[in-house]
Protein backbone atom coordinates (compact mmCIF):
# COMPACT_ATOMS: atom_id res chain seq x y z
CA UNK A 1 0.00 0.00 0.00
CA UNK A 2 2.94 2.44 0.51
CA UNK A 3 4.56 2.07 -2.70
CA UNK A 4 1.66 2.43 -4.33
CA UNK A 5 0.52 5.79 -2.47
CA UNK A 6 4.18 7.16 -3.46
CA UNK A 7 3.97 6.00 -7.07
CA UNK A 8 0.86 7.43 -7.34
CA UNK A 9 2.06 11.09 -5.49
CA UNK A 10 5.28 10.69 -7.93
CA UNK A 11 3.19 10.61 -10.89
CA UNK A 12 0.92 12.88 -9.69
CA UNK A 13 4.04 15.67 -9.25
CA UNK A 14 5.42 14.66 -12.79
CA UNK A 15 1.93 15.03 -14.32
CA UNK A 16 1.28 18.42 -13.08
CA UNK A 17 5.34 19.76 -13.77
CA UNK A 18 4.14 18.00 -17.17
CA UNK A 19 1.43 20.12 -17.44
CA UNK A 20 3.68 23.20 -16.17
CA UNK A 21 6.22 22.56 -18.98
CA UNK A 22 3.32 22.07 -21.62
CA UNK A 23 2.19 25.60 -20.73
CA UNK A 24 5.64 27.27 -20.81
CA UNK A 25 6.32 25.66 -24.35
CA UNK A 26 3.32 27.06 -25.69
CA UNK A 27 3.96 30.96 -24.15
CA UNK A 28 7.01 30.53 -26.04
CA UNK A 29 5.80 29.12 -29.15
CA UNK A 30 3.44 31.78 -29.39
CA UNK A 31 6.16 34.18 -28.33
CA UNK A 32 7.91 32.78 -31.68
CA UNK A 33 4.50 33.17 -33.56
CA UNK A 34 4.59 36.81 -33.04
CA UNK A 35 8.31 37.28 -33.62
CA UNK A 36 8.09 35.56 -36.66
CA UNK A 37 5.00 38.05 -37.84
CA UNK A 38 6.59 40.62 -37.25
CA UNK A 39 10.12 39.70 -38.84
CA UNK A 40 7.86 38.89 -41.88
CA UNK A 41 5.77 42.39 -41.21
CA UNK A 42 9.38 44.56 -41.41
CA UNK A 43 10.77 42.63 -44.10
CA UNK A 44 7.08 43.18 -46.60
CA UNK A 45 7.03 46.55 -45.37
CA UNK A 46 10.29 47.12 -46.41
CA UNK A 47 9.38 45.44 -50.03
CA UNK A 48 6.61 47.89 -50.03
CA UNK A 49 8.58 51.09 -49.46
CA UNK A 50 11.06 50.33 -51.98
CA UNK A 51 8.45 49.39 -54.65
CA UNK A 52 6.82 52.78 -53.90
CA UNK A 53 10.28 54.71 -53.82
CA UNK A 54 11.17 52.82 -57.30
CA UNK A 55 8.21 53.71 -58.80
CA UNK A 56 8.67 57.55 -57.82
CA UNK A 57 12.25 57.71 -58.68
CA UNK A 58 12.86 55.15 -61.24
CA UNK A 59 16.09 54.37 -59.80
CA UNK A 60 17.67 52.22 -57.27
CA UNK A 61 20.48 53.66 -55.73
CA UNK A 62 18.18 54.82 -52.82
CA UNK A 63 16.21 52.27 -50.60
CA UNK A 64 15.06 51.28 -47.32
CA UNK A 65 17.04 48.64 -45.27
CA UNK A 66 16.23 47.01 -41.97
CA UNK A 67 18.89 47.44 -39.27
CA UNK A 68 19.45 44.32 -36.97
CA UNK A 69 17.11 45.84 -34.21
CA UNK A 70 13.82 45.83 -36.97
CA UNK A 71 14.51 49.50 -37.57
CA UNK A 72 14.18 51.40 -40.92
CA UNK A 73 16.80 52.80 -43.01
CA UNK A 74 17.24 54.96 -45.95
CA UNK A 75 20.81 54.06 -47.98
CA UNK A 76 21.89 55.18 -50.89
CA UNK A 77 24.50 53.45 -53.03
CA UNK A 78 24.80 51.10 -49.97
CA UNK A 79 25.53 53.81 -47.13
CA UNK A 80 23.18 55.78 -44.95
CA UNK A 81 21.67 58.79 -46.75
CA UNK A 82 21.82 61.96 -46.04
CA UNK A 83 21.08 65.63 -47.30
CA UNK A 84 17.44 64.37 -49.34
CA UNK A 85 15.98 67.14 -51.45
CA UNK A 86 12.85 68.12 -50.50
CA UNK A 87 11.26 66.36 -53.12
CA UNK A 88 13.05 62.72 -51.89
CA UNK A 89 11.81 63.95 -48.78
CA UNK A 90 8.07 64.38 -49.98
CA UNK A 91 8.42 61.08 -52.53
CA UNK A 92 9.48 58.47 -49.08
CA UNK A 93 7.09 60.16 -46.82
CA UNK A 94 3.77 59.85 -49.41
CA UNK A 95 5.37 56.20 -50.17
CA UNK A 96 5.01 55.69 -46.37
CA UNK A 97 1.88 56.80 -45.59
CA UNK A 98 0.92 54.98 -48.68
CA UNK A 99 2.13 51.85 -47.11
CA UNK A 100 0.34 52.13 -44.44
CA UNK A 101 -2.80 52.57 -46.17
CA UNK A 102 -2.15 49.22 -48.31
CA UNK A 103 -2.18 47.54 -45.00
CA UNK A 104 -5.21 49.05 -43.82
CA UNK A 105 -6.73 47.54 -47.37
CA UNK A 106 -5.03 44.04 -47.40
CA UNK A 107 -6.92 43.83 -43.97
CA UNK A 108 -10.24 44.90 -45.55
CA UNK A 109 -10.02 48.09 -43.14
CA UNK A 110 -9.84 50.63 -45.68
CA UNK A 111 -13.44 50.98 -46.34
CA UNK A 112 -13.93 51.98 -42.94
CA UNK A 113 -11.43 55.32 -42.98
CA UNK A 114 -11.62 58.79 -43.93
CA UNK A 115 -8.44 59.70 -45.92
CA UNK A 116 -6.83 63.36 -46.30
CA UNK A 117 -3.80 63.97 -48.07
CA UNK A 118 -2.58 67.11 -47.88
CA UNK A 119 -0.56 68.25 -51.19
CA UNK A 120 0.82 65.28 -52.03
CA UNK A 121 2.92 66.43 -54.94
CA UNK A 122 4.77 69.39 -53.17
CA UNK A 123 8.47 69.55 -53.76
CA UNK A 124 8.28 67.31 -56.57
CA UNK A 125 8.58 68.23 -60.83
CA UNK A 126 6.19 67.80 -62.76
CA UNK A 127 7.22 63.98 -63.78
CA UNK A 128 6.35 63.14 -60.83
CA UNK A 129 2.42 65.39 -60.36
CA UNK A 130 0.93 62.48 -63.21
CA UNK A 131 2.71 59.95 -61.37
CA UNK A 132 0.76 60.64 -57.85
CA UNK A 133 -2.09 61.84 -59.49
CA UNK A 134 -2.27 57.88 -61.22
CA UNK A 135 -1.07 56.12 -57.95
CA UNK A 136 -3.88 57.78 -56.24
CA UNK A 137 -6.58 56.82 -58.59
CA UNK A 138 -5.76 53.12 -59.13
CA UNK A 139 -5.00 52.25 -55.19
CA UNK A 140 -8.22 54.02 -53.72
CA UNK A 141 -10.60 53.58 -56.86
CA UNK A 142 -11.76 49.52 -57.95
CA UNK A 143 -13.71 47.70 -59.98
CA UNK A 144 -15.65 45.16 -58.61
CA UNK A 145 -16.27 46.61 -55.06
CA UNK A 146 -20.05 47.34 -55.90
CA UNK A 147 -21.71 43.82 -57.04
CA UNK A 148 -24.57 45.72 -58.44
CA UNK A 149 -22.29 47.00 -61.23
CA UNK A 150 -18.86 45.19 -61.48
CA UNK A 151 -17.70 47.35 -63.67
CA UNK A 152 -17.85 50.47 -61.92
CA UNK A 153 -15.23 52.12 -60.40
CA UNK A 154 -15.60 52.54 -56.66
CA UNK A 155 -13.77 54.41 -54.14
CA UNK A 156 -12.24 51.68 -51.47
CA UNK A 157 -12.41 54.63 -48.71
CA UNK A 158 -14.95 55.87 -46.28
CA UNK A 159 -14.28 59.31 -47.86
CA UNK A 160 -11.18 60.63 -50.06
CA UNK A 161 -10.11 64.26 -49.47
CA UNK A 162 -7.01 65.55 -51.11
CA UNK A 163 -5.75 69.42 -50.92
CA UNK A 164 -3.39 70.93 -53.48
CA UNK A 165 -1.71 74.37 -54.34
CA UNK A 166 -0.86 73.11 -57.82
CA UNK A 167 -3.11 74.16 -60.36
CA UNK A 168 -1.71 70.85 -62.72
CA UNK A 169 -2.21 68.41 -60.11
CA UNK A 170 -5.60 70.35 -59.32
CA UNK A 171 -6.64 69.27 -63.08
CA UNK A 172 -5.90 65.87 -63.06
CA UNK A 173 -8.12 65.22 -59.91
CA UNK A 174 -10.49 67.26 -61.49
CA UNK A 175 -10.92 65.28 -64.51
CA UNK A 176 -10.39 61.85 -62.67
CA UNK A 177 -13.94 59.97 -63.29
CA UNK A 178 -15.30 59.48 -59.35
CA UNK A 179 -13.19 62.35 -57.39
CA UNK A 180 -15.81 65.29 -56.86
CA UNK A 181 -14.00 68.79 -56.43
Not at 53 to 62: A, G, Q, S, T
Request: hydrophobic share 35%; glycine share 2%.
Amino acid sequence: HEKYRDLKSRKNIAEVRVNEIRQKIDRKNVEITTLRDKLDSVDKGKEELNNYIKLFFHREDLIIDVTDDKYFVLKRNGKIATHLSDGEKTAIAFSHFMVMLKSLKDEGKLKDYIVFIDDPISSLDANHIAQVYSLINSFFFEKGLDTSQPEKNCLCSQQLFISTHNFEFYSFINKATLVKV
